[in-house]
């Protein structure tokens, strides 16, 4: 059960640092600054949660591993974030739509998570839940504005969410750490999520004009290790001074 | 990308101060993008509760080639001023 609580914590930690990491590429090259500063200022509400979440991981796994250790000296295999959040920025509509699907996912699993009877997880969910709630509406704004936009900006955001739909079935596969954390009243049942989640999805991409996806086959793999080949890049770069000069600090 | 988008001037009340101040400008698509916008680029260090924001060309502005007459000539009615009293010690911030 530990192992459980261990490997539920990590994934959610993974799925804020890797989401945080991809918006923070955008730093200097977003479309404009105000959405430049938009960008990394989420990203850096996405690390801020996922280094309270592997915080309480180490304390979890009390094998005196730190944060930094967990974050940044583990390989693709152990990484146990949604496939979703590694997929490529792509351009600002790209990223704005795998914001949305995962931002719309997010919100609920902390509105859910708050009332877990782990009080460490509650009281992230808690925090974490007013950044999110702003991401959700951000994210959300722009699919509107941009799938409701030019003819241009319509077919790059329905191409982006074509391709990245394949990914948004893993959000609510249960694995064997999230079916033990949500018998035990520690995790979120992911199958209540997911009207919630349709029933979101469906309203902002009907305002948005455009059309949901109809291929049913989804892609997972993400949250038992089984990366598609962009985490081993994200990795390359996040990892590479703690790799290169282990044990480095500011 | 070409930014064709207007300029908007933002205000911002912060915890302490009874006045929205200026803060400075940025671009948006439209007044709710400001509002977001504006959060993110002058808000992000605790600065703020409250945000205005408005179209920069929405703002009348007085000339500086008038300066001679709307201001100057309050320049030398020191009387104006509340300096003829003697105030108590008690009284602060005046």
């Known amino acids: ?250 | 990308m070409k930014n064709n988008w207007p300029l908007w001037e933002v205000f911002i009340r912060s915890k302490q101060g009874l006045h929205h101040k200026h803060a400075g400008s940025l671009h948006a698509a439209d007044a709710q993008m400001a509002i977001e916008n504006a959060r993110d680029v002058y808000t992000r260090r605790n600065e703020g509760i409250s945000i205005w924001v408005v179209e920069s060309d929405k703002i009348t502005a007085s000339k500086p080639e008038e300066n001679p007459e709307l201001f100057e000539p309050a320049a030398d009615k020191i009387y104006r001023h509340p300096t003829f009293y003697d105030m108590p010690d008690e009284v602060k911030h005046m």
């Open chain 1, 1 to 250: 059960m530990k192992n459980s609580l261990l490997n539920y914590t990590i994934h959610l930690a993974d799925n804020a640092h890797i989401l945080g990491h991809r918006l923070g590429e955008w730093c200097g090259h977003g479309p404009i600054l105000e959405q430049d500063i938009a960008m990394t200022n989420i990203s850096l509400d996405l690390i801020g949660q996922a280094r309270s979440l592997y915080q309480y991981a180490a304390e979890i796994e009390g094998r005196g591993r730190t944060e930094d250790d967990i974050a940044y000296l583990r390989d693709a295999w152990d990484f146990r974030n949604v496939l979703l959040v590694e997929q490529p920025n792509g351009d600002f509509g790209k990223t704005m739509v795998r914001q949305f699907l995962f931002d719309a996912y997010n919100f609920l699993f902390y509105k859910e998570l708050k009332n877990s009877n782990d009080q460490q997880l509650a009281a992230i969910a808690e925090k974490s839940l007013k950044e999110v709630t702003y991401h959700q509406r951000f994210s959300s704004e722009w699919v509107i504005r941009l799938g409701d936009g030019t003819e241009v900006s319509h077919e790059k955001v329905q191409n982006a969410l074509n391709d990245l739909w394949m990914y948004t079935g893993e959000l609510f596969v249960m694995n064997d750490f999230e079916k033990d954390m949500t018998n035990n009243g520690t995790g979120v049942d992911l199958e209540k999520l997911k009207p919630l989640w349709q029933e979101k999805v469906d309203y902002i991409l009907k305002t948005a004009t455009l059309a949901k996806p109809q291929n049913d086959w989804m892609q997972s793999g993400g949250k038992t290790g089984r990366h598609s080949e962009h985490l081993g890049f994200i990795l390359a770069e996040m990892q590479f001074m703690q790799k290169t000069y282990p044990g480095q600090v500011w």
